[in-house]
């Protein structure tokens, strides 16, 4: 009952005029970045947060999370109509929206994906307004081991579960959190890591010079080189009747969109997980779970319903360990949680208790920006495949410039812009090299709660990592993530072992 | 691909290295009562990258990676052009950031850029080229009294600031 009535504050707070009207601009904004090809929710976030420095901590988080929401839904616009992910979150939505697209089928295809997002955004949604503040509570008696602990295990799912090459994904989170300890020693105060002692290393690196440089101008140059030439768009054919028929058809594909919305949302909470693997595995699941597997890849409602339903699931998902534990689930939750720590929050279990508007008018705005996104979204479906031929020599310069403006506002030193495009263009070169990216994003989130937690730690037990194991919440977390670190080298080994069995 | 791999290798492990080194400028060990020392982080970190790029360079030996067992160039003759025109022309705006302010250099990279990369007509060229800039100023400058560098343009600003601010 007290969920509901922190709930119903929440809405008092979503829905004053400042507030609905930055849900709607978002939403707006982020479906116009969902759409658009190479661009993503972690995009539109990094570049457009240092805007958010004019309103209050509240509003500010709003507007990001709508256009967090926003570009899930858009993401599938451009995946169909074009054939290229709107974002890496989009991609299994290629996979049978295409097919639909190409087949005269791509108003079935968008209805679809914009409905199946509505409801893995709503399940999601009310699956995290029971779960976050029992979490949150049992977070609140968290110490510095747990928080370590924590920490280690959203690196761990990187390692295990991101799917990269392991020394280059270890790599990326080392540098990210050497960034974060750039400036000044934050125990002793003394300086640290002051490179060619250059006067802007004396303070440290603000999180968003590298997320923007690496999610601005490194994706640009990333797709100004993998979108050779422009693609060609499907033709959409709308009308009432038809949007009546295709809504009819969706509610076959009710199973699926069950099962992915609960996928999404718990792929969403494991830390670093986030969107993109959660709609692949629910693309995965619904096909497996199919009465007819066969149909999957060639124009399947459901191989559209399921990636759409899970990838909104884990981005709500994904906020519940940001607000809970102050750990991000998803790389643009890092880039929230980072903000939060701009607007002078201090994110973790606290928040729910210090900064019950804080948290709740989130909550709340959740809903009302699912609800605002489904209805722009089917509303101005013509809208949106017109921006998609926006040329892409007018968008990039455009990004670039909000790169340059973003990157210097939060310190207001041109020394960060110059730091920005090295780290752009720094980024695109490994990235080529199959470096990921999102890592080193989130390591410089989290450098700053990981080393004093450890430090701190240390401290307590004496220089010994024993209770990291011993302390009953703490050491099944410890456990659990070293397993996920060594989970690549388990499956190496079973493949050697099955080779030589096959060879013989 | 299989040269840049190894390159890049090498050239991060260097980097690794001169953050150990930086990092030893502060107690790297441990201090009796105060845990361990303010260096300790970041060598240790540095290190495990370092430990990191000789995996990379074990795995190029084997040819384990794709990148390390690639014939492919780093980058084609596509990739390249466009990476220097773009990526050089980003620089100078930032460069020019210094010269002329944020607002005239983002004036000069989006007519380089729409007119002469993208080659759209002029009138569409300077339509976005001027407003963005104006936009640009109402919304930092005014809205978020935020002041951008003007560089050499500042007196040009100067009576703007007396009617808006």
């Not at chain 1, 509303?379 to 892409?392: A, Q």
């Not at chain 1, 960060?416 to 990216?437: E, S, T």
Request: charged share 10%; glycine share 10%.
């Amino acid at each position: 009952m007290e969920i509901f009535q922190h709930l119903m504050g929440g809405f008092l707070i979503a829905f004053e005029p400042l507030n609905l009207g930055l849900v709607i601009l978002g939403v707006v904004l982020g479906l116009f970045i969902g759409a658009m090809p190479g661009l993503g929710s972690v995009n539109g976030v990094a570049i457009l947060l240092p805007v958010t420095f004019l309103v209050p901590p509240t509003s500010a988080i709003i507007f990001l999370a709508a256009i967090y929401y926003g570009a899930m839904y858009g993401g599938a616009i451009s995946s169909i109509m074009l054939g290229i992910p709107g974002a890496s979150t989009a991609v299994a939505t290629t996979f049978d929206g295409r097919p639909l697209a190409l087949s005269g089928n791509a108003d079935k295809a968008l209805i679809a994906a914009a409905v199946a997002s509505f409801f893995g955004g709503t399940v999601s949604i009310l699956l995290f307004t029971g779960f976050a503040p029992v979490l949150a509570s049992i977070a609140l008696d968290f110490g510095d081991f747990e928080i370590f602990a924590l920490m280690l295990l959203a690196f761990a799912t990187f390692i295990g579960l991101g799917g990269d090459d392991i020394p280059k994904t270890i790599f990326s989170i080392c540098i990210g959190m050497v960034f974060s300890a750039v400036g000044f020693d934050i125990i002793s105060g003394e300086p640290r890591l002051v490179f060619l002692d250059l006067p802007g290393f004396s303070r440290p690196i603000n999180f968003l010079v590298l997320a923007i440089g690496i999610y601005g101008i490194g994706e640009m140059l990333w797709t100004i080189e993998t979108t050779r030439g422009s693609p060609t768009m499907s033709k959409a054919v709308l009308s009432v009747e038809r949007v009546l028929s295709n809504l009819r058809e969706l509610l076959s594909t009710w199973k699926t969109a069950v099962m992915a919305s609960f996928l999404g949302y718990f792929v969403g909470i494991l830390p670093a997980a986030g969107a993109t693997p959660g709609s692949l595995m629910a693309y995965g699941v619904a096909k497996l779970t199919s009465k007819d597997p066969s149909k999957f890849g060639k124009g399947e409602v459901a191989g559209v319903v399921a990636p759409e339903a899970a990838n909104n699931a884990a981005s709500t998902g994904s906020m519940l360990p940001m607000l809970t534990l102050g750990i991000p689930g998803s790389p643009t939750t890092a880039i929230l949680l980072g903000g939060m720590v701009i607007w002078g929050l201090t994110p973790g279990p606290r928040l729910f208790v210090e900064q019950e508007e804080f948290v709740w008018g989130l909550i709340a705005s959740l809903y009302a920006a699912n609800l605002f996104a489904v209805l722009i979204n089917i509303g101005f479906i013509p809208l949106f495949l017109w921006v998609l031929k926006t040329p892409f020599t007018i968008l990039a310069p455009m990004i670039f410039v909000l790169c340059l403006v973003g990157g210097f506002a939060p310190t207001r030193s041109l020394h960060d812009i110059w730091l920005m495009l090295i780290f752009g263009i720094g980024g695109y070169l490994l990235r080529k090299l199959d470096y990921p990216l999102a890592p080193a994003v989130l390591a410089i989130v989290l450098g700053p709660i990981a080393e004093p937690a450890l430090r701190q730690s240390l401290l307590i037990s004496d220089g010994s990592f024993a209770p990291f194991f011993t302390r009953p919440i703490a050491g099944p977390i410890t456990i659990i993530a070293l397993l996920l670190i060594l989970l690549p080298v388990f499956k190496y080994g079973y493949q050697r072992i099955k080779g030589r069995g096959e060879t013989q | 691909m299989r040269r840049a791999e190894l390159v890049t290798a090498v050239v991060l492990a260097a980097l690794s290295i001169y953050f150990m080194w930086k990092s030893a400028e502060l107690e790297i060990g441990w201090i009796e009562d105060e845990g361990p020392g303010g260096g300790a982080w970041p060598f240790w970190l540095a290190a495990i990258m370092l430990a990191c790029c000789g995996w990379t360079i074990v795995n190029w030996i084997r040819r384990t990676t794709p990148a390390s067992d690639s014939d492919l160039p780093f980058m084609d003759g596509y990739a390249r052009k466009m990476f220097l025109l773009v990526g050089g022309g980003v620089t100078a705006m930032v460069a020019l950031v210094h010269i002329v302010g944020m607002y005239g250099s983002l004036l000069v990279f989006l007519i380089y850029y729409i007119r002469f990369l993208g080659q759209h007509s002029w009138v569409t060229t300077l339509t976005i080229a001027l407003i963005t800039p104006v936009a640009t100023f109402f919304f930092f400058d005014i809205a978020m009294t935020m002041d951008l560098p003007k560089g050499y343009l500042e007196p040009l600003f100067l009576p703007l600031y007396a009617i808006f601010l």
